[in-house]
C-alpha cells in the first residue's frame, strides 16, 4: 500500500499524543471534561474496567458533557456512477468469454454532505453543499417521480417527507428540537468558512445547546483551510455564540476522525451508491431518462443518511474506538499498529530466529558491493526512524516548535493546520484569530503601500507629461527621453514593450497618441483625500513648477522655451540665466 509522506511525518506515536492532550486540556478547560488524580482503563461505555477488557489506554480524562462535544466532517459524492466501486465486495455472474458490465449514469455533479455528529452518538444536523453559483428551492424539497401526489397542484405541504413527493433531506433531532437538513451552495461544491459559519448559525437559531450553563459547544474539526478564514474564526470566538473549536493532527484523520470512520464515511457511500443504482434502474424500467439530476440528491443522501449517520449504536463505536467518549477519553488512536509502531523504544515482536555465526565482525564485508549498497540503505533508514520515533524525536520536536512560533509571531507564513499543529497548538481561540487578523493587516497594509506608490509614480509621470506638454514642441524635436515618457503615459496593459530606437518610439506614439490620459490608480480608503478637496486639474489647466539642473554651457534660447513652459531652471552659470530671462 502506498504510504504519503506527509502522513508519515506527521502520524507519529509522539505527534499524535500530542494532539490527545491539547484537546483533552481544552475540553476540560471549557468544563466538558474532568481530569482524574489517577488514569482509570474504560470499556466502550465510560466504565471503569480492568485491562483487560478495556478499549484504548488508561487515562485521567474523562467526558462528562458528550451532547456538547460535536464532530463533523465532509463526504465528497457525485451523481455520476463511473467512479463508483462494488458495494461490500459484490459480484456479478457473466459469460466465460465476457467480462460483466452495467450501465452507468455520466451526468456529473458534485456535491459535499457534513454529518454532525454529538459525542453521545446521536446525528445533529445533516448539511448538503451543491456545485452551483446559487442555490434553487427544487434542490431543496428533491423530487421522488414514483411517489404518490396527495391533494392538488397548491398542496405542496401534504407532499412534503420521506416517501412523498419532495422528500427533502434528512432531519434530526437533538436535545428534543427538530433540526431540518440545511442546503447550500458554493461554485466547487466543497465547504467555505462562510458556509460553515451559516451551518453555526442555524443549530444556534434552534438554541439546540443551552449556554446558560455556562457551556458552550465544541466542534472538532480537521484542519481544512476554511477554518482558518478570518470571518469564521471572528464568529467562533464572538461572546454573544461562542463555539469552542478544535482541529486534529494533520494528515491523521484516518486514524483519529469520526467522520473517516467506515460506521459513517464508508457506509454512506456505500448505501448512496446502492441508492443510486436503485434510482437509474428503477428510471429505466419506467421510461424515464437514465440519469441522476439535482433533484434527486437530497433523496439519495436521505437513504444513504440511515445507513450511516443516524446510527447511534455504529456512531458510539467509532467515537469510542477514536479515544472521543462518549465518557472515555482514551488516547485510542495511540494503539493503532502503524501508529504504535512509532513509538519510541517500541520493538516490535517477531518469530524470527536468530542464527549463530563464528565469523568475526572484521571479517564482513560491510562497504563493498551489493553488501556495501545494504548496509548504507539500513543506517539511512535507522538514521530517518530515529529522527521521527527514536532517540531524537522529542529534540526535533522542540526545534520544530519553537521555528514555526517564530513563524506564527513573524507572519512570514500563511496559518495553515500544519503552522499551528507544529507549534503545539490545536484550539482556534482568540490567540490564532489574532494571529489571522494581524497578518491580515500586515497584508493589507502592503497592499495600501503598494497602492501608495503605484500613485506616486502615477504622479510623478503626469507632472513631466505636464511639463513636456508646456514646452509647445512637436513630437518630433522631442529626445528619447521625452518620447519615453508619453509612450508610457498612453501605454495600456497589452501593448508590447517600448521600443529603443528613437525612430520606432515616434512611429508608436503617432500610434497610440489618440488615446485618453493614464488614469490615476485607485487609493487605499485609509489614505484617500477628503471629498471636499479640490479634483486634480486636467493635464492642460495645470501649472507646474519642476527644478531643472543645467549645464554651464546651456544654450540661451532652449533656456528661454523651458522658462516659458513652465521650468524654474537652476543653472550653474547665473550669467546664462539672466540672458535666458532678457530672451524672455
Given at each position: 500500500?502506498?504510504?504519503?509522506?506527509?502522513?508519515?511525518?506527521?502520524?507519529?506515536?509522539?505527534?499524535?499524543?500530542?494532539?490527545?492532550?491539547?484537546?483533552?486540556?481544552?475540553?476540560?478547560?471549557?468544563?466538558?471534561?474532568?481530569?482524574?488524580?489517577?488514569?482509570?482503563?474504560?470499556?466502550?461505555?465510560?466504565?471503569?474496567?480492568?485491562?483487560?477488557?478495556?478499549?484504548?489506554?488508561?487515562?485521567?480524562?474523562?467526558?462528562?458533557?458528550?451532547?456538547?462535544?460535536?464532530?463533523?466532517?465532509?463526504?465528497?459524492?457525485?451523481?455520476?456512477?463511473?467512479?463508483?466501486?462494488?458495494?461490500?465486495?459484490?459480484?456479478?455472474?457473466?459469460?466465460?468469454?465476457?467480462?460483466?458490465?452495467?450501465?452507468?449514469?455520466?451526468?456529473?455533479?458534485?456535491?459535499?454532505?457534513?454529518?454532525?455528529?454529538?459525542?453521545?452518538?446521536?446525528?445533529?444536523?445533516?448539511?448538503?453543499i451543491f456545485a452551483a453559483k446559487a442555490l434553487q428551492e427544487q434542490w431543496k424539497l428533491g423530487f421522488d417521480p414514483?411517489?404518490?401526489?396527495?391533494?392538488?397542484?397548491?398542496?405542496?405541504?401534504?407532499?412534503?417527507?420521506?416517501?412523498?413527493?419532495?422528500?427533502?433531506?434528512?432531519?434530526?433531532?437533538?436535545?428534543?428540537?427538530?433540526?431540518?437538513?440545511?442546503?447550500?451552495?458554493?461554485?466547487?461544491?466543497?465547504?467555505?468558512?462562510?458556509?460553515?459559519?451559516?451551518?453555526?448559525?442555524?443549530?444556534?437559531?434552534?438554541?439546540?445547546?443551552?449556554?446558560?450553563?455556562?457551556?458552550?459547544?465544541?466542534?472538532?474539526?480537521?484542519?481544512?483551510?476554511?477554518?482558518?478564514?478570518?470571518?469564521?474564526?471572528?464568529?467562533?470566538?464572538?461572546?454573544?455564540?461562542?463555539?469552542?473549536?478544535?482541529?486534529?493532527?494533520?494528515?491523521?484523520?484516518?486514524?483519529?476522525?469520526?467522520?473517516?470512520?467506515?460506521?459513517?464515511?464508508?457506509?454512506?457511500?456505500?448505501?448512496?451508491?446502492?441508492?443510486?443504482?436503485?434510482?437509474?434502474?428503477?428510471?429505466?424500467?419506467?421510461?424515464?431518462?437514465?440519469?441522476?439530476?439535482?433533484?434527486?440528491?437530497?433523496?439519495?443522501?436521505?437513504?444513504?443518511?440511515?445507513?450511516?449517520?443516524?446510527?447511534?449504536?455504529?456512531?458510539?463505536?467509532?467515537?469510542?474506538?477514536?479515544?472521543?467518549?462518549?465518557?472515555?477519553?482514551?488516547?485510542?488512536?495511540?494503539?493503532?499498529?502503524?501508529?504504535?509502531?512509532?513509538?519510541?523504544?517500541?520493538?516490535?515482536?517477531?518469530?524470527?530466529?536468530?542464527?549463530?555465526?563464528?565469523?568475526?565482525?572484521?571479517?564482513?564485508?560491510?562497504?563493498?558491493?551489493?553488501?556495501?549498497?545494504?548496509?548504507?540503505?539500513?543506517?539511512?533508514?535507522?538514521?530517518?526512524?530515529?529522527?521521527?520515533?527514536?532517540?531524537?524525536?522529542?529534540?526535533?520536536?522542540?526545534?520544530?516548535?519553537?521555528?514555526?512560533?517564530?513563524?506564527?509571531?513573524?507572519?512570514?507564513?500563511?496559518?495553515?493546520?500544519?503552522?499551528?499543529?507544529?507549534?503545539?497548538?490545536?484550539?482556534?481561540?482568540?490567540?490564532?484569530?489574532?494571529?489571522?487578523?494581524?497578518?491580515?493587516?500586515?497584508?493589507?497594509?502592503?497592499?495600501?503601500?503598494?497602492?501608495?506608490?503605484?500613485?506616486?509614480?502615477?504622479?510623478?509621470?503626469?507632472?513631466?507629461?505636464?511639463?513636456?506638454?508646456?514646452?509647445?514642441?512637436?513630437?518630433?524635436?522631442?529626445?528619447?527621453?521625452?518620447?519615453?515618457?508619453?509612450?508610457?503615459?498612453?501605454?495600456?496593459?497589452?501593448?508590447?514593450?517600448?521600443?529603443?530606437?528613437?525612430?520606432?518610439?515616434?512611429?508608436?506614439?503617432?500610434?497610440?497618441?489618440?488615446?485618453?490620459?493614464?488614469?490615476?490608480?485607485?487609493?487605499?480608503?485609509?489614505?484617500?483625500?477628503?471629498?471636499?478637496?479640490?479634483?486634480?486639474?486636467?493635464?492642460?489647466?495645470?501649472?507646474?513648477?519642476?527644478?531643472?539642473?543645467?549645464?554651464?554651457?546651456?544654450?540661451?534660447?532652449?533656456?528661454?522655451?523651458?522658462?516659458?513652459?513652465?521650468?524654474?531652471?537652476?543653472?550653474?552659470?547665473?550669467?546664462?540665466?539672466?540672458?535666458?530671462?532678457?530672451?524672455?
Open positions: 500500500m502506498k504510504f504519503d509522506t506527509k502522513r508519515a511525518e506527521w502520524c507519529t506515536y509522539l505527534n499524535m499524543k500530542e494532539m490527545y492532550d491539547e484537546v483533552y486540556s481544552s475540553l476540560v478547560e471549557c468544563g466538558l471534561a474532568v481530569k482524574h488524580d489517577q488514569p482509570v482503563w474504560r470499556d466502550d461505555a465510560g466504565e471503569a474496567v480492568n485491562e483487560e477488557k478495556a478499549v484504548g489506554l488508561e487515562s485521567q480524562f474523562e467526558l462528562i458533557h458528550p451532547k456538547y462535544l460535536i464532530f463533523v466532517d465532509e463526504v465528497g459524492s457525485n451523481t455520476s456512477q463511473v467512479k463508483d466501486g462494488n458495494v461490500g465486495g459484490e459480484k456479478y455472474l457473466c459469460g466465460k468469454q465476457s467480462r460483466p458490465q452495467q450501465r452507468a449514469a455520466t451526468k456529473d455533479t458534485h456535491f459535499t454532505v457534513l454529518g454532525f455528529t454529538a459525542a453521545t452518538g446521536e446525528p445533529v444536523m445533516c448539511a448538503i414514483f411517489a404518490k401526489c396527495i391533494g392538488g397542484e397548491n398542496d405542496i405541504h401534504l407532499n412534503i417527507g420521506e416517501g412523498k413527493v419532495y422528500p427533502q433531506g434528512p432531519n434530526c433531532t437533538f436535545n428534543g428540537k427538530n433540526v431540518p437538513c440545511f442546503c447550500c451552495s458554493s461554485e466547487s461544491g466543497s465547504i467555505t468558512g462562510e458556509l460553515l459559519i451559516q451551518m453555526l448559525q442555524s443549530m444556534d437559531a434552534l438554541q439546540l445547546f443551552d449556554r446558560s450553563t455556562g457551556l458552550n459547544p465544541f466542534l472538532l474539526l480537521d484542519g481544512h483551510g476554511s477554518r482558518f478564514e478570518l470571518e469564521y474564526l471572528e464568529y467562533i470566538n464572538s461572546h454573544d455564540h461562542k463555539w469552542e473549536c478544535c482541529i486534529g493532527l494533520p494528515y491523521g484523520t484516518l486514524y483519529w476522525q469520526i467522520g473517516d470512520s467506515s460506521e459513517q464515511n464508508g457506509c454512506f457511500k456505500m448505501a448512496l451508491t446502492k441508492a443510486k443504482q436503485e434510482l437509474v434502474s428503477k428510471k429505466n424500467e419506467s421510461g424515464l431518462e437514465y440519469t441522476i439530476n439535482r433533484e434527486d440528491i437530497v433523496g439519495l443522501v436521505r437513504k444513504a443518511w440511515k445507513s450511516s449517520f443516524e446510527r447511534v449504536d455504529t456512531n458510539r463505536q467509532a467515537i469510542s474506538r477514536r479515544g472521543w467518549g462518549p465518557k472515555a477519553l482514551n488516547f485510542a488512536a495511540l494503539c493503532h499498529p502503524e501508529v504504535l509502531a512509532t513509538k519510541p523504544g517500541f520493538a516490535k515482536k517477531t518469530d524470527m530466529n536468530t542464527l549463530d555465526t563464528n565469523v568475526k565482525p572484521e571479517e564482513l564485508n560491510l562497504s563493498k558491493g551489493l553488501s556495501g549498497t545494504l548496509v548504507d540503505k539500513i543506517c539511512l533508514y535507522k538514521t530517518k526512524e530515529s529522527e521521527n520515533s527514536g532517540t531524537n524525536a522529542v529534540e526535533r520536536m522542540r526545534k520544530r516548535k519553537a521555528t514555526a512560533e517564530q513563524h506564527l509571531k513573524s507572519h512570514d507564513k500563511r496559518i495553515t493546520a500544519g503552522l499551528i499543529a507544529a507549534a503545539g497548538k490545536f484550539h482556534l481561540g482568540e490567540d490564532i484569530r489574532d494571529y489571522i487578523r494581524e497578518r491580515a493587516n500586515e497584508k493589507e497594509r502592503q497592499q495600501n503601500e503598494k497602492q501608495l506608490q503605484k500613485k506616486n509614480e502615477y504622479d510623478e509621470l503626469r507632472a513631466k507629461v505636464l511639463q513636456l506638454k508646456g514646452l509647445n514642441l512637436p513630437p518630433d524635436k522631442w529626445t528619447q527621453t521625452q518620447l519615453r515618457i508619453m509612450l508610457r503615459w498612453f501605454k495600456r496593459d497589452g501593448d508590447e514593450k517600448i521600443p529603443s530606437k528613437k525612430q520606432d518610439q515616434l512611429a508608436r506614439y503617432l500610434e497610440i497618441c489618440h488615446r485618453e490620459d493614464l488614469p490615476p490608480p485607485d487609493i487605499p480608503l485609509a489614505f484617500q483625500q477628503n471629498q471636499d478637496d479640490p479634483p486634480p486639474l486636467p493635464l492642460q489647466q495645470a501649472a507646474p513648477q519642476i527644478d531643472l539642473e543645467l549645464d554651464d554651457d546651456v544654450d540661451e534660447q532652449e533656456l528661454a522655451q523651458l522658462l516659458v513652459g513652465g521650468f524654474h531652471c537652476q543653472a550653474v552659470n547665473h550669467v546664462t540665466t539672466l540672458a535666458a530671462l532678457e530672451a524672455v
